[in-house]
């Protein structure tokens, strides 16, 4: 069975440095992985997604992840945080023959001070 | 250029009663999912059409929890005898094709509360 844990519930940061979101997956094939985000009264938004293709992805909003399959790893990065990025991001998985099922993971509220 | 509508927004109702939330996805959008997010956790996974067939309902925690896609477009989400423990934020979302490519565009919710 495939899963994502997400190594911290909340992260602060300032504004203007850089920010690390750490994801670790479990899934038994390869997966496809995503990154969404969920500002206060909105749906969620994919930020960044990879599919086997290069391993460093680069998403909106300056964000980039790096699958790393040694580590089982999947960490959202940004060099330089901006207010606008305070919300709750999420890790997801999904396996390779699950067609649309996602597996979630708990969450991160990214707090953002100025 | 609309997204996937959900309504109501917002439902107050009472233990045991019954609940219909709809779904509109995005026009042209083939595959529909419905997840559930409880309060301070990642959205769970509930169920997943493609055209008018649930293709996956793997994730409906008991037959109080039931839905529909009658023609191919919007959905609902039935659930009877409400308990408290329902009460959450019911997202949906929709993809122009089902399968490991189509990227999910989701709704804003229909929060639910049961009394």
């Known amino acids: 069975a495939q899963s994502v844990t997400q190594l911290d519930s909340h992260v602060s940061v300032s504004e203007g440095t850089p920010v690390l979101l750490r994801c670790n997956y479990s899934s038994s094939y390869s997966p496809s992985l995503f990154w969404y985000v969920q500002h206060p009264n909105k749906g969620l938004q994919l930020l960044l997604k990879y599919t086997s293709a290069a391993t460093l992805v680069k998403g909106i909003n300056g964000f980039e992840a790096e699958f790393k399959k040694s580590e089982t790893s999947f960490h959202l990065t940004k060099p330089s945080a901006h207010m606008s990025d305070a919300a709750e991001y999420f890790c997801?998985?999904?396996?390779?023959?699950?067609?649309?099922?996602?597996?979630f993971g708990q969450g991160t509220e990214l707090s953002v001070k100025p | 250029g609309a997204g996937v509508s959900q309504t109501p927004s917002n439902k107050v109702t009472e233990k045991g009663k019954y609940v219909e939330l709809r779904c509109d996805p995005i026009?042209?959008?083939?595959?529909l999912y419905w997840y559930r997010q409880s309060l301070g956790q990642g959205p769970e996974f509930l169920i997943y059409?493609?055209?008018?067939?649930?293709?996956?309902d793997s994730g409906l925690p008991n037959d109080r929890f039931f839905a529909v896609r009658p023609e191919g477009s919007v959905s609902t989400l039935k659930i009877q005898r409400t308990e408290r423990g329902d009460s959450a934020v019911y997202l949906c979302?929709?993809?122009?094709?089902?399968?490991?490519?189509?990227?999910?565009?989701f709704g804003e919710g229909s929060r639910l509360t049961v009394l």
């Open positions: 026009s042209g959008h083939t595959a």
């Open positions: 997801v998985v999904r396996h390779y023959n699950q067609g649309g099922k996602l597996i």
């Open positions: 979302a929709s993809s122009r094709e089902g399968g490991d490519t189509g990227e999910l565009f």
């Open positions: 059409f493609q055209g008018t067939g649930a293709a996956d």
